[in-house]
């Protein structure tokens, strides 16, 4: 569990919601009962997508193994590093947005049921060039959505924003709806609900072998060789679903990549979230995104683009282990935002992406009752609760009310 975690930010003030911290407690759960029990679905990876999907079903009276190769939240996977843009208007495709908003509408239920801060509504501002492709679908999104969305030429962003320094030709699409997700403790408030319903997670507990008999059952070997035998399956293991996959004859196109970002110091106020939203920047020098000093942490940065792919079982080189992990970061806030200060800190996770970085979510055809949510291409969790309620919908209902149809593998073919 890394510190950011563990620091439990309180909720910011502006948004007057009592602050309870989430209830997990870090220790591990492994049920040690789980392989006598009878369970209806057994959840493959429980991170992002998969705690939320266990935590639906568990609410729909499913009952539910999470197995997991850590102890979610962790540093393991693709959740980690504290905050996560929410954005509705959205630049990688205005068929998102249903899915956004019902995203929305989850994390905030989440934050009421558990009395835990998870999301700061700090705004979010996309910036590039007005022919951008990524701009031109962020208005796209807004207007055909309803979403309200504010342009502000360069010079005008410069003001109401001191820290920025835009070129004169770039625009400002800001959004003030969106902000900032919680990741790790909303993963935490998800671990909480489920296992307060009756589901069994299982932690340090790798999963190393699928097979499946059609329509009629799936069986699923740990790597301490523990069997289990359900009725439905989900693969939401990240880096390593397109080996787990593969002996099902399903070829999963989905690379890892390593990635970094970091925290820095700054003049007193610059980054407050009250004079500096969130961020995407679709710049020459590559695409960038941030956040404010939430809770005395500092600016904090990333590229989305670009990155080393590396094997789904090697492990990633710390921070500060290539010259770009700082380098990009340190061009970028010399070109774009100045005022920022000294690193503080320095981090890596992955990225699970698609040759397209749009998502996989769907069944594998020789097996319909195995599910898969992967790919998720660096923008994921933001969807993960109404991705979580999908999977949950399908499994017990036949179908999700949110159409994921845009996210079916054959696009591959
Ligand atoms: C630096 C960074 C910044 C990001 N910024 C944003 C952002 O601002 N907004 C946004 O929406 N998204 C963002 N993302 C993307 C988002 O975090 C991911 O898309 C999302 O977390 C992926 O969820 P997942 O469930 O696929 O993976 P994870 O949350 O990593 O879950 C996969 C789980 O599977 C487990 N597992 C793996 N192998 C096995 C196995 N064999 N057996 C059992 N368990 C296994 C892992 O331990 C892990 O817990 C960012 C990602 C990174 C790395």
Redesign the pocket.
């Known amino acids: 569990m890394n510190a950011l975690y563990d620091a439990r930010v309180p909720l910011s003030e502006a948004r007057r919601v009592h602050v309870r911290a989430a209830a997990h407690t870090g220790q591990s759960m492994q049920d040690t009962n789980a392989g006598n029990r009878h369970f209806d679905t057994l959840i493959?990876?429980?991170?992002?997508?998969?705690m939320a999907a266990g935590y639906y079903l568990s609410r729909l009276g499913n009952k539910v193994l999470l197995?997991?190769?850590?102890d979610?939240p962790?540093d393991?996977?693709?959740?980690h590093?504290a905050t996560?843009?929410?954005r509705h208007a959205y630049g990688e495709g205005a068929a998102y947005v249903p899915l956004a908003l019902r995203a929305q509408q989850l994390w905030e239920d989440l934050e009421q049921q558990t009395q835990t801060a998870l999301f700061v509504r700090t705004g979010v501002v996309n910036i590039g060039s007005p022919d951008d492709a990524f701009m031109r679908e962020v208005l796209v999104s807004a207007a055909s959505h309803g979403i309200p969305l504010e342009t502000l030429d360069a010079a005008a962003a410069g003001k109401r924003w001191p820290a920025w320094r835009l070129r004169p030709e770039q625009i400002a699409n800001f959004e003030p709806g969106a902000g900032v997700l919680y990741?790790e403790r909303a993963i935490g408030a998800y671990r909480q609900l489920a296992t307060s319903l009756g589901a069994t997670l299982g932690t340090n507990?790798?999963?190393?072998r699928i097979e499946c008999h059609g329509r009629e059952s799936v069986n699923v070997w740990t790597d301490t060789n523990d069997k289990f035998t359900v009725r439905d399956l989900i693969v939401?293991?990240?880096?390593?679903t397109r080996d787990?996959l593969a002996p099902l004859g399903l070829e999963i196109p989905v690379t890892r990549v390593r990635?970094s970002?970091a925290w820095f110091g700054s003049a007193p106020g610059l980054f407050a979230p009250e004079r500096f939203p969130g961020f995407f920047v679709a710049s020459e020098m590559g695409g960038y995104?941030g956040f404010p000093d939430l809770d005395g942490n500092g600016l904090k940065l990333?590229r989305h683009d670009a990155g080393e792919p590396v094997a789904a079982d090697a492990p990633l080189a710390p921070f500060g282990a290539r010259p770009g992990d700082l380098g990009d970061l340190q061009a970028f806030l010399q070109r774009y935002l100045p005022g920022a200060g000294k690193l503080r800190v320095g981090r890596v996770?992955?990225?699970?992406m698609t040759p397209d970085e749009h998502f996989i979510i769907d069944r594998v055809p020789t097996c319909p009752n195995v599910h898969i949510?992967?790919g998720?291409s660096?923008?994921?969790?933001?969807?993960?609760s109404a991705i979580g309620e999908a999977l949950a919908e399908r499994i017990t209902q036949g179908e999700s009310r949110i159409d994921l149809a845009m996210f079916a593998r054959k696009r591959f073919a």
């Open positions: 493959v990876g429980a991170g992002s997508m998969g197995l997991d190769a850590g979610p962790h393991q996977g693709a959740h590093g996560r843009l929410i990741c507990t790798r999963v190393r939401c293991a990240g880096k390593s787990l990635k970002f995104y990333g996770c992955e990225y699970d949510a992967t998720f660096g923008h994921g969790f933001k969807f993960a």
